[in-house]
C-alpha cells in the first residue's frame, strides 16, 4: 500500500526529501503521516496531515525545519527535511489511516553523520 523512499547518508545542515507513495488514490485515505525510530526508543510522530483538508502537523523538534506536503500528483506524501542534524538520525516510517484501518510503509534509513 505504501512505499517510502528517499533515505540515505547526509551530513550535518544538508536536506533530504523523503516521499511515500500510496497505492491507488491518495484521497482513499484520511490523514497520512510521516514517523521515526530511533534503535531502543520509541516511535516518533514527526508529522502529518488530513488529506482532505488543509489541517497540517508538525513536530515541535522538527519545527522550521521540516515539511511535511501533499503531492496529489504522484499519490504521494513528502517530507521535505533542511538543517539535518545527528539526532535526526533514525529509520522513518509512513503511515496512512483509512478509516478504522491503518497502513505502514517499510522504513527508510536517514543517517546525518560528518
Known amino acids: 500500500q505504501l512505499q517510502a523512499s528517499g533515505g540515505g547518508l547526509v551530513q550535518p545542515g544538508e536536506s533530504l526529501t523523503l516521499s511515500c507513495q500510496v497505492s491507488?488514490?491518495?484521497?482513499?485515505?484520511?490523514?497520512i503521516k510521516w514517523h521515526r525510530q530511533v534503535q531502543g526508543k520509541e516511535r516518533e510522530l514527526v508529522a502529518g496531515?488530513?488529506?482532505?483538508?488543509?489541517?497540517?502537523h508538525v513536530a515541535d523538534s522538527v519545527k522550521g525545519r521540516f515539511t511535511i506536503r501533499r503531492d496529489y500528483g504522484n499519490n504521494a506524501a513528502c517530507l521535505d527535511m533542511t538543517d539535518l542534524r545527528a539526532e535526526d538520525t533514525a529509520v522513518y516510517y509512513c503511515?496512512?489511516?483509512?478509516?478504522?484501518?491503518?497502513?505502514w510503509g517499510q522504513g527508510t534509513l536517514v543517517t546525518v553523520s560528518s
Open positions: 503511515n496512512a489511516d483509512q478509516g478504522q484501518d491503518s497502513y
Open positions: 496531515f488530513i488529506v482532505a483538508g488543509s489541517v497540517t
Open positions: 491507488g488514490s491518495i484521497w482513499d485515505f484520511n490523514a
